[in-house]
Nanobody, 119 residues
Framework: QVQLVESGGGLVQAGGSLRLSCAASGRISSSSINAMGWYRQAPGKQRELVAVIISGGRTNYADSVKGRFTISRDNAKNTVYLQMNSLKPEDTAVYYC???????????WGQGTQVTVSS
């Protein structure tokens, strides 16, 4: 099995920064990972894509975070990061790490980490 452990969430004032980390462990190797990314879910809303980094380094961001968030990945550590700058109250949500494998496009999810941005 594959486990994803997230860290780095918390409470921050508007305009501040946070860095999320997600480490993958278990029966997974770097070469078997197709993509790693971050999703978020605010109360009463559907889970949405925030950012994803695909094998080879191509990235994709939600329009709402472009220019403020940066996703990166350390292949040696099977870890993905999300640097969040200029945070806004509307960024408040539970952030979930996602990993997708090449074989059968299996998706794994972390337990979620709360990000709260106060105005």
């Amino acid at each position: 099995q594959v486990q994803l452990v997230e860290s780095g969430g918390g409470l921050v004032q508007a305009g501040g920064s946070l860095r999320l980390s997600c480490a993958a462990s278990g029966r997974i190797s770097s070469s078997s990972i197709n993509a790693m990314g971050w999703y978020r879910q605010a109360p009463g809303k559907q889970r949405e894509l925030v950012a994803v980094i695909i094998s080879g380094g191509r990235t994709n961001y939600a329009d709402s975070v472009k220019g403020r968030f940066t996703i990166s990945r350390d292949n040696a550590k099977n870890t993905v990061y999300l640097q969040m700058n200029s945070l806004k109250p509307e960024d408040t949500a539970v952030y979930y790490c996602n990993l997708r494998t090449y074989v059968n496009y299996v998706n794994y999810w972390g337990q979620g980490t709360q990000v709260t941005v106060s105005s």
